[in-house]
């Protein structure tokens, strides 16, 4: 059955550096995953998505890449500041009219 | 503000006593689906709604109700509720059902069943 897994569920970095995050699929090919942002005890918030056929995208310190051969997304955060501590969710199609959802990995940006 | 609303936020009940759980969105968005939230699996789908009228299952149907009378309300029905419905749900809406489009979620209801 198709998969979309982050594999880290927790994730500590110190304030300043690059924090790269991991989203990887199984038995399917999606044509775009989402990245969303969540806070605890609050709804997600999107933040990027990228099609199979672009290969990077950006939104201010925000960088997201695609692999289809690795079947992979990375979330890239720069500079991180602790304010971008939050649990980051990537999404895809499944089937029709459906978004399914990584479990999500939890950042902490240490000060 | 263009936004997702659901009532109540936190309510607790028993086994067995029927509730609803109201979602409302002022955007005029044509989709709208119901996800839970649980340590360890995530967020999974329980409904969803292409237009009005028209519904569908998701992932974790099972225990639930929904209807679809106006675009703007989604409210979600736990006829029956049991202990392993206890969770963290969320409301969503997006533009049309086109899975690319922007989901924008709810602020999220808290509900305990005892």
């Not at chain 2, 049991?82 to 509900?111: E, I, K, V």
Request: charge should be positive.
């Amino acid at each position: 059955s198709q998969k979309i897994e982050q594999n880290s569920e927790a994730l500590n970095i110190q304030e300043g550096k690059t924090a790269t995050l991991t989203c990887n699929y199984t038995n399917y090919s999606p044509a775009y995953l989402q990245w969303y942002r969540q806070d605890p005890g609050r709804g997600p918030v999107f933040l990027l998505l990228i099609r199979e056929n672009e290969k990077e995208k950006r939104k201010e310190r925000l960088k997201v890449t695609f692999d289809t051969t690795l079947k992979q997304s990375l979330f890239h955060i720069t500079a991180s500041q602790p304010a971008d501590s939050a649990t980051y969710l990537c999404a895809s199609e499944a089937g029709s009219y459906q978004l399914t959802f990584g479990k999500g990995t939890k950042l902490s940006v240490i000060p | 503000e263009a936004q997702v609303t659901q009532n109540p936020r936190y309510l607790i009940t028993v086994t067995g006593k029927k509730l609803t759980v109201t979602c409302s969105q002022n955007m005029n968005h044509e989709y709208m689906s119901w996800y839970r939230q649980d340590p360890g699996l995530g967020l999974r789908q329980i409904y969803y709604s292409m237009n009005v009228e028209v519904t569908d299952k998701g992932d974790v149907p099972e225990g639930y109700k929904v209807s679809r009378k106006e675009k703007r309300n989604f409210p979600l029905i736990l006829e029956s509720p049991s202990p392993n419905q206890t969770s963290l749900y969320f409301c969503a809406s997006s533009l049309t059902s086109d899975s690319t489009d922007t989901q924008y979620f709810g602020p999220g209801t808290r509900l305990t069943v005892l």
